[in-house]
């Protein structure tokens, strides 16, 4: 099976631009769910959607967005971008159809840098 | 909200020692992950381990879950440069809610020298 794909690899916007990123889950996948990494912070939680519903969200501003097709493809969207907004972002897939737990798998990450 | 303390936060080790990391979480765990990460790629997964007492080995890692300590240790036996790089748990504290959350570590590198 092919693994979590996302597109871009890797970007360069300038602020108060908006961006929007590309998450292809693993065939069969339904839950698809989407962090920030920064030196600071860490990995941190987004959101994340099954069947096309946001289900649970993560503390970002509502320039952070998010929306799942019915094929289980997600993307993401920033607006008004921000040097702090510079991260790799990663998403990652789940069979889920529950809240419990379920082995997430993740894409290689998108490099977004802001200038 | 839930937290994850790695330790050590770095390891230097010679290739072909033992080495062991612990993850410790401020809340009861329903699910423990680890993940390694090449620096600036993907997350790889591991293991993931949901039962108190509960121990999964991939190759030479092994992972064990103790519930009560809320607790996890990573333990990678005779290591390889292949093995070096940053190693995350992450854990799903809400149990039947957590939709796809999880709260990671802070990480711990792993360095191993020829």
């Known amino acids: 099976k092919a693994g979590v794909t996302q597109t871009p690899r890797y970007l360069i916007k300038t602020r108060g631009q908006q961006v929007t990123l590309s998450c292809s889950p693993i065939?069969?996948?339904?839950?698809v769910s989407w962090y920030q990494q920064t030196p600071g912070q860490g990995l941190q939680f987004l959101f994340e959607y099954f069947s096309e519903t946001q289900r649970n969200k993560g503390n970002f501003p509502g320039r952070f967005s998010g929306r799942q097709f019915s094929n289980s493809r997600s993307e993401m969207n920033v607006s008004t971008l921000e040097l702090g907004d510079s991260a790799l972002y990663l998403c990652a897939s789940s069979t889920g159809p529950s809240g419990l737990s379920y082995e997430q798998y993740f894409g290689p990450g998108t490099r977004l840098t802001v200038t | 909200s839930q937290e994850l303390e790695q330790s050590p936060q770095s390891l230097i080790v010679q290739e072909g020692k033992n080495l062991t990391i612990n993850c410790t979480s401020s809340?009861?765990?329903?699910?423990l992950y680890w993940y390694k990460q090449k620096y600036g790629e993907g997350l790889i997964f591991l293991m993931m381990?949901?039962?108190?007492?509960e121990e999964k080995s991939h190759e030479k890692i092994t992972a064990k879950l103790d519930e009560k300590k809320q607790q996890s240790s990573l333990h990678i036996t005779a290591s390889q440069p292949s093995h070096a790089g940053i190693y995350l748990c992450g854990a799903d504290g809400a149990g039947g809610t957590s939709y796809g959350k999880l709260t990671f570590g802070q990480g711990t590198i792993l360095t191993v020298h020829p």
């Open positions: 381990l949901q039962k108190g007492g």
């Open positions: 065939s069969g996948h339904r839950s």
């Open positions: 809340k009861t765990l329903y699910g």
